[in-house]
């Protein structure tokens, strides 16, 4: 028994120190991976800590594309690991086509704290956060659901009321699309903050460049400096706008020059 907790503990120390590890490895060291997975393991491992908010490590599929050269190689295996329910894609409240990637046993974490934000408040039937989880996230791995599906599938676990879609969508679990009410997407709980951070730091990060003189910087000094307006570090911006084309890299004898992109 005591060597059983004992083997658990080292193996604990050893994912500790490997995290450590990647977070002190710069960008410079880490920014192309052979493919998604690894890609996404190792942003998973960076995610930076944010203070005052309850948030799991999301990726955004900008950052794999900043990571892993080949897009169509990229997309490919998200689609596989999405369908195997090792990670959840989900559509961000951004105002732009951005889409966040969370490991599933992440979001379900995410699920719980959620909920039990909810049980404290006393509202509503709490019922319904079961049915969720065991019926709707179990069999429905797509980015959106329909209302008549969700009420179907929610309906395996107990009698559905208005209500209960009510508590999904107050919870953080569920948002009604604009441009058709009877459909859903999935939502991380909570990242609301976070979300208005992403938006902020992209363009403070883009005004800081386009402000120097070749609207360009070292990679190396850039990655050390911190943005006011986000909660997430300048890695993750990096790779984001990167990703997403508004940046580029040069390599050059003495390390990495980040530039603007030229419209």
């Excluded at 998604?36 to 203070?51: C, S, Y």
């Excluded at 050059?252 to 603007?260: A, L, M, N």
Aim: net charge positive.
């Amino acid at each position: 028994m005591e060597r059983g907790k004992k083997r658990i503990r080292e193996e604990e120390e050893i994912e500790a120190e490997n995290r450590d590890a990647n977070h002190s490895l710069s960008l410079e060291q880490n920014l192309s991976f052979s493919d998604t997975n690894v890609a996404l393991r190792m942003m998973r491992a960076q995610f930076p800590q944010i203070d005052k908010v309850a948030i799991q490590p999301f990726i955004l599929q900008s950052q794999l594309y900043s990571s892993v050269k080949d897009r169509t190689q990229v997309d490919r295996e998200l689609e596989s690991l999405r369908r195997d329910k090792v990670v959840r894609i989900f559509k961000l409240n951004t105002g732009q086509d951005d889409h966040g990637i969370m490991f599933l046993e992440d979001y379900l974490k995410q699920l719980e704290h959620a909920v039990k934000r909810m049980e404290e408040k006393k509202q509503g039937d709490v019922d319904v956060f079961k049915w969720f989880k065991g019926h709707v996230i179990e069999s429905k791995l797509e980015p959106s659901i329909e209302h008549e599906e969700l009420y179907a599938l929610l309906s395996l676990g107990g009698q559905v009321k208005d209500g209960h879609i009510s508590l999904l969508i107050n919870a953080g679990l569920l948002t009604r699309q604009l441009i058709d009410p009877n459909m859903y997407w999935f939502a991380i709980p909570n990242i609301g903050s976070v979300l208005k951070g992403l938006s902020l730091g992209r363009k403070e990060l883009l005004s800081l460049l386009n402000r120097r003189r070749y609207k360009e910087m070292m990679l190396a000094p850039l990655e050390k400096m911190r943005l006011r307006l986000s909660p997430l570090d300048m890695r993750f911006h990096l790779r984001d706008l990167i990703g997403s084309g508004h940046l580029k890299t040069a390599y050059t004898p003495s390390g990495i020059v980040v530039q603007v992109s030229k419209d």
